[in-house]
C-alpha cells in the first residue's frame, strides 16, 4: 500500500516538474576552465565582501605567497541592480550586492578595452562556501549563473570552505590553500578587526577632522608591506631533509610554522609603530556620544557601503561612537560548534554503523579519537586567542577581548537552539545580553538582509530577550538595495534615547567627582600624554560611555 503510494506521488511530481519520462539527470557542477600553478604569474585572484582594512591586509598576505590578487571595490547600488538583473530571484541582498559587484567589475575590464577571452583568462574570482539552512550555501551556484546570464560564461570562481580545516590544496591548482594560505588569512583578519575598532573608537573624538583617516591609510599601507615582505617560511633545509617523505612530514611543517607564527616579533613591533601613528591624532574624550553595538547577519554587520544603507558613517554623524563586530568573533564561534559536533558524536563510529557492546576495544579506540580531536580544537582555541590577545596589547589597551564562546552559549541557550545552525545561530542574542550585561553599549543594532531566514529565528527570539531585560535598548533593521530613508529614520528614533542615556550617565558620573567640567579639562591640558588615543581609560562596570569614565578617572589623578 505505502509502495504503490509512493511511486504514485514520485509519478505526480515528476509531470509537475515536467519529467514525464521518469529518466532521473543528475545535477552536474558545470566545466570551466582550469586554474594552474603554470597560469599563476599572469592571472589575478579577485576577491571582495570584507571592510577596506581587512582586504587590503589579506592582498597583502597573498602577495607575500606569490599570488597576484585585488579586491573589489566596495559594493553600491548599482552593483546590487547589477547582481538582481542576472541572479535568480528570492535571494538576499549579500548575494545580489557581491554578485553584481563582480560583475560590474568585470564589465568595467571590457569597457576598458579587454575581451571576454582576455579576462576568462587573466582573471579567477575566489569565494567561500558554507551548507546549511542559508543562501550562502548557494552563493557559488548563484555566481555561475549571473555570470553565464550575463555573458562571462565559463568565468573561474574558486571556493574554499570555511568548516574543511587549514589545508584545502588539491593538486595542480593555481591557487594552493595550503596552511601557509590560512595562516596569512587569519593574521590579516585579526589586525583587521582591531584596525578598524580603533579607527571607530577614535574618529567621533578627533579634534582635527580627517586625522583619524590619514593615521589608518598610512598604517594600512604600512602593514600591508610587511605582510606581502614577510610571510610564514617553511622549515629549514636541514629539518625538511629529514622529513621529506615520511608520514610526519605534513604535520611536522605544521607544527613549525604554528611555533614561528607564536614566537615571531614583528608583527607585536608593527602593531605598536601603528599605535605610534594613532597617537598623533588629537582626541577629545569629554565629548558624550552614546555607544552603539552592531550585531547582525555576518555580511550586513561588517560592510560599510549601500549594503547596510552606510548605516556606521550615518550613526557617526548622528553622534554616535560605534562598536564594531569583529570577525574574529566569528572564527572562534566556528570552533565551538565544531567541538559540540564532536562531544555529540563522542563514540560513534564515522560510517554510521551499529557498534556491537562487546567491542570493547572500538569503542575504546572512538573515545580515544574523540580526545584527540577536541584536543586539537581546544589548543587552537588558545593559540588563537594568545595571538589575538598580544597584537590588541601592542596596538592599544582600550580595545575589546574576545567574548568567550562559552558565556554566549550559555547566556543564548535559554532563547535559542545552541546546535541550530545558520546565519549567526545563537550569537545575535547572546551578544545582544552580553554588552548589555557588561556595560559595553548603551544600544544594540542588528543589521540583516531583508528575509534571511537564521536573521528572521534570532529576532523572534529576541522578543523574549528584550521582555525580560525591560532597560536594553534593541533595534533590528532589515536592508535591501533601498529603503534607506526608511531605516535611518528607524535609527535616528531610538537613538535619542541611547542619546539621553548617555548624557544621564555622564551627568552624574560628573556629579560624583565633586568637581567642573573645567577643572578636569584644565588637568587634562596640563598632562598631554591623556590626550592620545591609545591612553588607558580604565572602565567601571556600570558605566557604558567614553565621556563617563574618562572623567571618573581624570577626578581620581586629581584627587591623587
Known amino acids: 500500500m505505502i509502495s504503490r503510494r509512493t511511486k504514485t506521488r514520485r509519478r505526480e511530481s515528476r509531470a509537475i516538474g515536467g519529467n514525464r519520462s521518469g529518466q532521473v539527470r543528475h545535477y552536474r557542477r558545470p566545466a570551466e576552465l582550469p586554474f594552474t600553478r603554470g597560469q599563476r604569474d599572469r592571472t589575478t585572484i579577485l576577491f571582495g565582501g570584507l571592510t577596506t582594512a581587512h582586504e587590503r591586509l589579506i592582498a597583502g598576505a597573498w602577495r607575500g605567497l606569490g599570488y597576484n590578487c585585488e579586491p573589489l571595490p566596495l559594493p553600491d547600488v548599482e552593483a546590487y541592480r547589477i547582481g538582481r538583473e542576472f541572479s535568480d530571484n528570492g535571494q538576499c541582498n549579500p548575494t545580489y550586492f557581491t554578485v553584481g559587484n563582480l560583475l560590474k567589475y568585470l564589465r568595467g575590464l571590457e569597457s576598458s578595452g579587454m575581451s571576454k577571452a582576455e579576462i576568462l583568462d587573466r582573471y579567477v574570482f575566489l569565494t567561500a562556501g558554507a551548507c546549511g539552512p ?3 550555501g548557494m552563493y557559488e551556484a548563484t555566481f555561475r549563473l549571473a555570470l553565464r546570464n550575463s555573458g562571462f560564461d565559463g568565468f573561474r570562481v574558486l571556493l574554499f570552505q570555511q568548516l574543511n580545516g587549514l589545508d584545502q590544496s588539491d593538486g595542480d591548482t593555481g591557487l594552493d590553500m595550503n596552511y601557509d594560505f590560512f595562516l596569512g588569512l587569519i593574521n590579516a583578519l585579526n589586525i583587521g578587526d582591531m584596525v578598524n575598532e580603533l579607527v571607530w573608537q577614535l574618529r567621533p573624538y578627533e579634534v582635527e577632522p580627517g586625522a583619524t583617516d590619514r593615521a589608518r591609510d598610512e598604517a594600512l599601507r604600512f602593514l600591508h608591506d ?3 615582505d614577510q610571510p610564514i617560511v617553511a622549515p629549514g633545509p636541514r629539518w625538511k631533509k629529514l622529513l621529506d617523505g615520511t608520514k610526519f612530514e605534513k604535520k611536522a611543517q605544521y607544527l613549525v610554522k604554528t611555533w614561528r607564527q607564536v614566537t615571531r616579533r614583528d608583527l607585536v613591533d608593527a602593531m605598536r609603530r601603528v599605535r605610534a601613528l594613532f597617537d598623533t591624532v588629537a582626541i577629545d574624550r569629554f565629548r558624550v556620544k552614546p555607544v552603539v553595538k552592531i550585531t547582525g547577519e ?16 550615518f550613526l557617526e554623524n548622528e553622534g554616535a561612537e560605534i562598536m564594531v563586530e569583529p570577525i574574529g568573533t566569528w572564527l572562534l564561534y566556528l570552533i565551538a560548534q565544531h567541538k559540540q559536533f564532536l562531544r555529540d558524536r563522542r563514540g560513534l563510529p564515522e560510517d554510521g554503523k551499529r557498534l556491537s557492546p562487546w567491542r570493547l576495544d572500538r569503542r575504546a579506540a572512538l573515545y580515544l579519537r574523540y580526545l584527540r580531536r577536541t584536543a586539537v580544537m581546544n589548543l587552537t582555541e588558545r593559540v588563537f586567542n594568545r595571538e589575538y590577545t ?16 562559552e558565556e554566549l552559549q550559555r547566556l543564548g541557550k535559554p532563547y535559542f537552539n545552541t546546535r541550530a545552525e545558520g546565519g549567526e545561530g545563537h550569537l545575535e542574542i547572546a551578544k545582544n545580553i552580553y554588552y548589555h550585561q557588561h556595560g ?14 537564521p536573521s528572521t529565528q534570532s529576532d523572534g527570539a529576541q522578543a523574549a530577550v528584550t521582555e525580560h531585560h525591560r532597560d536594553l535598548i534593541y533595534l533590528p533593521i532589515e536592508t535591501s538595495g533601498e529603503g534607506e530613508i526608511n531605516a535611518h529614520s528607524r535609527v535616528q528614533m531610538v537613538l535619542n534615547s541611547a542619546r539621553h542615556k548617555a548624557r ?19 588637568f587634562v591640558d596640563a598632562h598631554p600624554e591623556m590626550k592620545k588615543p591609545t591612553y588607558p581609560v580604565p572602565k567601571k562596570d556600570d558605566v557604558v560611555g567614553t565621556a563617563a569614565n574618562f572623567v571618573l578617572h581624570i577626578a581620581e589623578m586629581m584627587n591623587r
Do not use: Y
Not at 597584537?391 to 567574548?403: K, V
Not at 544621564?504 to 584644565?522: V, W
Open 134 to 136: 542559508c543562501r550562502f
Open 226 to 228: 610587511l605582510l606581502k
Open 298 to 313: 555576518f555580511w550586513a554587520q561588517i560592510t560599510e557601503g549601500d549594503g547596510n544603507f552606510n548605516m556606521f558613517r
Open 390 to 405: 598580544r597584537l590588541q596589547d601592542a596596538l592599544s589597551p582600550n580595545l575589546h577581548r574576545l567574548i568567550d564562546q
Open 440 to 453: 559595553l553599549s548603551h544600544m544594540v543594532l542588528s543589521v540583516k538582509p531583508f528575509g534571511c531566514m
Open 504 to 522: 544621564q550617565e555622564f551627568d552624574r558620573a560628573l556629579a560624583s567627582t565633586g568637581r567642573t567640567l573645567s577643572e578636569l579639562r584644565t
